[in-house]
């Protein structure tokens, strides 16, 4: 084969490696990766929410504080954030200890990356806020009337390990403005410690959902301490959940009853969630 021939070959293997990535994040969408969600438009000016995501940073098995690392799921904090931003509410940044809030890196893949991300890399307003996080004891919850709390694996190391975000949670329950409580994925497992008034699990008999068992085991990440599927239904929440052939592609979104708790299954939710959430919040604005 002469020299010229095996140039366009090359050229075109590169081209065609060009194109199958280009054409991956497509693929992946089809098959259920961040759908695509007809937003609606809200003015909810005046009205404020507090994201509140893990503080924990390392994928390490239990006793050893090693391994890749890891933190919230990007897309899980950024979708939200800008849905609301973008109604005209003004957005607060949390964590569990505060400071900077660890993201898992795997959420800026290519193939994975969401235009939620790639906008939170480009605005140093959103930036500063991840950098220097509020700390859970620091919120006021009198200063929200939107609590959403942000999943990812990070998330199963702590938030369901937090006597303050419980308190957090059960105070804001009980607050006389009656705020919202959102969360995707494992973002739910930051309510599992919240009391009702009568010290009873706050989740009990309410219907949520989050990340599944399935999904966990799929991906091959089941160290974690706390999955919550399991956490849910270990403290009398109504767990539900849809499937796939793979559950990374499933979604489902649940509001409960009362209409105070709107829960996404895993990633693919936030979309969904925050406009769910909004509804409800504009319609009790316009009552």
Known sequence: MSVKRIAIAILSLGTIAALAVMMLPLLLQSLGLHPNYPSKSFDLTGQTALIITTSHGVLNPP???????????????????????????????????????????????????????????????????????????????????????????????????????????????????????????????????????????????????GVTNKQVEELGIVMTPRHPETELKRVGARYESRTAFRDIFANHVVIDDEQRFVTGQNQNAGHETAQKLMAILEARTGE
């Open 63 to 209: 006793g050893e504080t090693d391994g890749e690392p890891t933190g919230v799921f990007s897309s899980e904090m950024t979708i939200p954030y800008y849905e609301f931003i973008d109604a005209g509410m003004t957005v607060d940044i949390a964590s569990i200890q505060g400071g900077p809030v660890p993201i898992d890196p795997s959420s800026f893949r290519p193939a994975i990356k969401t235009p939620s991300d790639s906008r939170f890399l480009a605005d140093p307003v959103f930036q500063d806020k991840v950098a220097q996080s509020l700390p859970i004891e620091a919120i006021n919850i009198a200063d929200y009337d939107l609590f959403f709390i942000a999943g990812g694996w990070g998330a199963a190391y702590d938030l369901g390990d937090s006597p303050a975000l419980g308190e957090l949670i059960s105070q804001a329950y009980q607050a006389e403005h009656t705020p919202l409580f959102g969360a995707v994925c494992h973002g739910p497992l930051g309510f599992i410690q919240a009391r009702a008034a009568d010290g009873s699990a706050l989740l009990k008999g309410r219907r949520l959902t």
